[in-house]
């Protein structure tokens, strides 16, 4: 298993979302699919790749990969 970390796809990173109903008012929100750290963590199993090489063509902006059990 592969655990790969990537910058959250949901707020881009930044780890806070901004709702806006309009231009005048806008209400900062803490991402809930990052919890605000701006990055996420991703599962793969060893078996559908050669090596990390394989795995960097899926996640070419990957933060960090890591071999795990």
């Known amino acids: 298993m592969y655990e790969v ?3 959250c796809p949901n707020c881009d990173g930044a780890g806070s979302i901004v709702m806006s109903s309009d ?3 806008s209400i900062e929100h803490e991402c ?3 919890a605000g750290i701006g990055r ?3 599962s ?3 078996e ?6 394989a795995l960097l063509e899926d996640y070419p902006n ?3 990969i890591e071999r795990v059990a």
């Open 48 to 53: 559908m790749y050669e090596d990390t090489a």
């Open 32 to 34: 809930c699919a990052c």
């Open 62 to 64: 990957a933060i960090k």
């Open 5 to 7: 970390t990537i910058t």
């Open 23 to 25: 231009l005048s008012c």
């Open 44 to 46: 793969e199993a060893a």
């Open 40 to 42: 996420t963590l991703v």
